[in-house]
Nanobody
Framework: VQLQAYGGGLVQAGGSLRLSCAAS????????MGWFRQTPGKEREFVAA????????YYTNSVKGRFTISRDNAENTVFLQMNSLKPEDTAVYYC????????????????WGQGTQVTVSS
């Protein structure tokens, strides 16, 4: 399994970015794709997840109403649309795969992408 995350960058507070995670190496219909983020000195935290088969979505409270996770089945790609960005959203964002439906725990995710930096300036 390979995951490639991209789309990060520098944006001003209030702006938007869309992250993409291209997945390959297997069929993902029975899996959950997640986005996590990490800042220096802190643990990697859950941001959002989507069940590939049903499209059910899960979000951490701090991003609800601002971030939207979605998928393109044909392209095996998961997206994270981030709107109304805040400086506290600054982090390296990682995509990952788990076979546990809707899991929010990083320990349950087996495959990880390389991360993409998101920087939100105030």
């Amino acid at each position: 399994v390979q995951l490639q995350a991209y789309g990060g960058g520098l944006v001003q507070a209030g702006g938007s970015l869309r992250l993409s995670c291209a997945a390959s190496g297997r069929t993902f219909s029975g899996y959950t794709m997640g986005w996590f983020r990490q800042t220096p000195g802190k643990e990697r935290e859950f941001v959002a997840a989507i069940r590939w088969s049903t499209g059910s979505t899960y979000y951490t409270n701090s991003v609800k109403g601002r971030f939207t996770i979605s998928r393109d089945n044909a392209e095996n790609t998961v997206f994270l649309q981030m709107n109304s960005l805040k400086p506290e959203d600054t982090a390296v964002y990682y995509c990952a795969v788990t076979d546990l439906p809707g899991s929010r725990s990083r320990y349950n995710y087996k495959y990880w992408g390389q991360g993409t930096q998101v920087t939100v300036s105030s």
